[in-house]
């Protein structure tokens, strides 16, 4: 089976960083696009950045230039550096990628279980 475990989530101040990273496991074959979700208190769920398997990323508006997105194809791993973090970012966020395994002739999704962010002073 397929895993994505997420870490590097905490408590940091407004304007500190933070860098996550979700690592797949199990029996890939190959791995296409890759991305975070997050979801805040009592707010719906953003998708908040993606990558392709080339490595072109695609931002939403809220955490352009402060967010960046990146992948290690050989350690299957997505990270996400998140700079000059607001209390508004304070969420659980959750890493996705598409993923084609040895024993199945399609792609499909798989998500990780997240990891709590919390921005405040």
């Known amino acids: 089976q397929v895993q994505l475990v997420e870490s590097g989530g905490g408590l940091v101040q407004p304007g500190g960083s933070l860098r996550l990273s979700c690592a797949a496991s199990g029996r890939i074959a190959s791995i296409n696009g890759m991305g975070w979700d997050r979801q805040g208190p009592g707010k719906e769920g953003e998708l908040v950045a993606t990558i392709a398997n080339g490595g072109s990323t695609n931002y939403a508006d809220s955490v352009k230039r402060r967010f960046t997105i990146s992948r290690d194809n050989a350690k299957n791993t997505v990270y996400l550096q998140m700079n000059s973090l607001e209390p508004e970012d304070t969420a659980i966020y959750y890493c996705?990628?598409?993923?084609?395994?040895?024993?199945?002739?399609?792609?499909?999704?798989?998500w990780g279980k997240g990891t709590l962010v919390t921005v405040s002073s």
């Open positions: 996705h990628a598409n993923i084609r395994t040895y024993y199945s002739g399609y792609s499909m999704d798989y």
